[in-house]
């Protein structure tokens, strides 16, 4: 399972939160491994909501542009669980959490939606077509072959 956002990522976009948070109790210094391990949280978490709507093959095919939606949201994600790991949480860092967990939510709902590589959504296409070649919203119908057809009424 690859992780939606990277320590790089939190540190691009927050970086003096991602040091206060994280601080060691002792030295003071920025615990690398504090982020990495809420990271890896915020991805479970991500995928967790998002299960109810995408499957985990869909979710490792999603574009750049949802790529990018969902790394700030897992960012946001991670620095609040930190931040309320060492009892440094502040409104700031729990707004951004609790916006993140909102569009996630709307997303599984199918209020919002995510992009994806390659052709369709996901399912398991029609007969005959290849996997993935379905939209995540497109109704799929599954029937026999028509009995009566003009071919087979010839001669009657």
Do not use: C, H
Not at 43 to 51: D, P, Q, Y
Not at 78 to 107: C, H, M, P, T, W
Not at 120 to 140: D, F, L, R, T
Request: charged share 30%.
């Amino acid at each position: 399972m690859a992780a939606f956002a990277t320590l790089s990522d939190v540190l691009a976009r927050y970086p003096s939160e991602a040091t206060i948070l994280a601080a060691d109790e002792t030295t003071r210094l920025r615990d690398d491994s504090r982020i990495e391990a809420a990271l890896d949280d915020g991805t479970a978490e991500v995928r967790a909501i998002l299960a109810a709507r995408y499957t985990r093959d869909e979710l490792d095919r999603i574009d750049d542009d949802s790529r990018a939606a969902l790394r700030i949201y897992t960012t946001d994600i991670a620095l609040y669980r930190v931040a309320l790991s060492f009892g440094r949480s502040n409104e700031r860092v729990k707004e951004r959490y609790d916006v993140a967990i909102a569009r996630l939510q709307a997303i599984a709902k199918g209020s919002a939606a995510l992009t994806f590589d390659g052709p369709g959504g996901g399912g398991s296409g029609a007969a005959g077509e290849p996997a993935g070649a379905v939209s995540p919203n497109e109704a799929i119908v599954v029937a026999n072959d028509r009995v009566l057809t003009r071919d087979r009424l010839r001669g009657w």
